[in-house]
Structure formats: C-alpha cells, structure tokens
C-alpha cells in the first residue's frame, strides 16, 4: 500500500513568498514491517551482497568479549512484548506472565559475551534507484546500501556507519547468508526489516536555517494560527532521502568534506520516527486511523532509536561520491 503525506495546512511561500527559493524535495521512505528479499528497497533487509566481497566489520568492538545483548535475544524480547499487548487482558492485569518477565528482564540486561573478531556490521538500509526518485549515486551505480556498527562510538555517540553504491546488475554471485553479529551495544541500534513506500514531498529549511528577522516574522505569524512552522510546515520528519537537514537541539554549523573541503549535501536521514506528538500533520492519509504512538504503531516500524528520540543524517561530498561521508545527528 502507498503512503501519502496529507497537504500541508497551509502553503507557507504564499505567506512568505523568500521561503520559496530555498524549497527542496525529499523522499520520504515510509519503512512498514514486512519481509523484504535482496531485490527490495527496505530497512533492516537482507542486502544484495557479492558472494567474494568481504562483510565490514568494526575494527574498535573486537574480542574476546564485549558487554551487550545479543541480537537474537532483542528479537525475542520484542516478540514477546508485542505478543503481550495483542492479547486480551481484563482491566488491572499484568502485561506478562511471571516467566515471560523473567526472561524480559534478563534479556534487557547486558553481560559479557564471547567474540572471536571484529562485531560485523549490521544492514540498515538498502536503496535501489528505481525505487527512490532522484537517488544520489555515482555515475553507474543503481543501488545505496547502509551498514553500521551496532554500539556507540565515542566520538560522537552513535553507530559507525558505512555506505556502499553498487551497480545492481553486477552482482551475480551472491551471498547467501550475512554474517551476524554475536553481540550489540545497543538494540536500538538492530532494525526490524521494513519494506519501503518512498514518497516526493516538498519540503522548506528549518527555522534555525532562516535569517533571524525571517524566522521572527514566521514565529509572529504561527501566534495567530493553529499550527506550527518547524513542526508542520518545514522539515519532513522520518527516514528520507536528500531534503533539509532536520536541525532541532543545536544552531546549525558548518559541514564540509574532510578530505577536499568542498561543500557536502544531505544524503539519507535515518530517525526512529516518522511521526511524533508534534509533527503528527505529517502521518499518512493511510495511517489516519492510527493516532498513538505506541512502540507496534506504523509510526515505530523500524524499531530504531538515534539518541533520545533524534535522527542520523549522512551527507556526501559535493565534489566525488569516493570521499568519506560526514553523519551527524539533530
């Protein structure tokens, strides 16, 4: 099924006809559970993986041990946990039975688990550009892949990623079965598998982007009506493709390639929400009915949590796709 945004509440450039240039379009992605193959766009699938290439693995989370859970036991957790709010109760009874609580409880504590390498990286996203209008790729290349370390990295307190640009077509011999890692930091950091209904919006910068008298004037304007610019009228929230950047807790700050200089551009958000109690303009036509944000809610399919409730932006280099790219989190 399609997902469609609603139109926005109001068309804002007619109001503030500088907004107007500095529209851009994103594609929202719109993850819903399901059970993607190889030959789909989705997030937490199985990637389309040549069987001679090595699988990434990060090189600062190696063994003997690392202190975490493991992925298996996060699955299990979640399953019982949806289990137990889909299932009738009467009024004041628990949500688990005691040897269900038992096993959540032991799940949701971390311990010492034996590794005999670097943790393997864990899919997170894959991208083919047949699916997703105006894909950012190399020349030649059809398909974005995303990969991350599974814990935190000190630096910047989120998952070392990774991306990969494949040409689709060349992969013939493909791998079987993706290494797995044995333990993560973090199980929010383990997508659940999602397939994609990418959508073209548009889209205007947020308020921390606009000149100061600019943004004063809009904040003017929202007192007389009853919704919000940086919260229905911005930014586009949820995981997408290309877009503004979702500045939200700091001022935004210069981002450049670190190898050359050059300017980079928004590539791919990932955030654990397409919708929260703010921005619930933005929830689908589709998804009308669902008004709560209950973690088995459409809005919280992928299960993935950046930060307290933040987003993951990876940009790219405006200068050559073979720099590394900056990510960032807002």
């Known amino acids: 099924m399609p997902r469609t945004t609603p139109p926005r509440p109001v068309d804002v450039a007619l109001h503030f006809p500088e907004l107007a240039p ?7 992605l719109h993850p819903r559970a399901g059970a993607p193959a190889t030959a789909d766009s989705s997030i937490g699938g199985p990637l389309l993986w040549p069987a001679h290439e090595p699988w990434p ?3 600062e989370h190696g063994g003997p041990w690392q202190c975490g859970v493991s ?24 949500l688990l039975s005691s040897e269900e609580r038992m096993t959540v409880d032991r799940i949701s504590t971390s311990s010492r688990i034996p590794l005999d390498g670097p943790v393997a990286m864990v899919p997170v996203a894959q ?16 398909l974005l892949q995303l990969l991350w370390c ?22 013939t011999d493909t791998l079987r079965a993706a290494p797995q890692p044995s333990v993560i930091g973090n199980d929010y950091y383990l997508p659940e598998p999602c397939l994609l209904h990418p959508e073209t919006v548009t889209e205007y910068p947020a308020p921390h982007e606009l000149r100061e008298e600019l943004a004063e004037r809009i904040e003017a304007w929202e007192d007389q009506h009853d919704f919000s610019y940086q919260y229905d009228l911005g930014v586009a929230p949820g995981c997408k493709v290309g877009g503004h950047a979702p500045w939200s807790f700091s001022d935004p700050f210069p981002m450049v390639c670190a190898e050359c200089g050059s300017d980079v551009r928004p ?10 109690g703010g921005s619930g303009s933005w929830r689908p036509v589709e998804d009308a009915c669902y008004t709560g944000l209950h973690f088995l809610g459409p809005a919280n399919a992928t299960q993935l949590n950046i930060g307290r409730g933040y987003s993951l932006q990876l940009y790219v280099c ?12 807002q």
């Open 22 to 28: 500095m529209t851009r379009t994103t594609v929202r």
């Open 318 to 329: 405006t200068a050559s796709y073979d720099h590394a790219h900056v990510q960032n989190m």
């Open 71 to 94: 992925p298996g036991d996060v699955r299990l957790r979640r399953r019982i946990l949806a289990e137990a709010w889909r299932r009738p109760r009467e009024e004041g009874a628990d």
């Open 57 to 59: 693995a990060c090189p």
């Open 267 to 276: 590539l791919l958000t990932i955030d654990g929400s397409e919708w929260d």
């Open 150 to 171: 599974p814990f935190d990295h000190a630096e910047d307190y989120l998952p070392r990623t990774e991306l990969r640009w494949r040409t689709a077509a060349d992969v």
């Open 127 to 142: 991208l083919y550009a047949a699916d997703v209008p105006d894909l950012p790729c190399p020349d030649g290349a059809d």
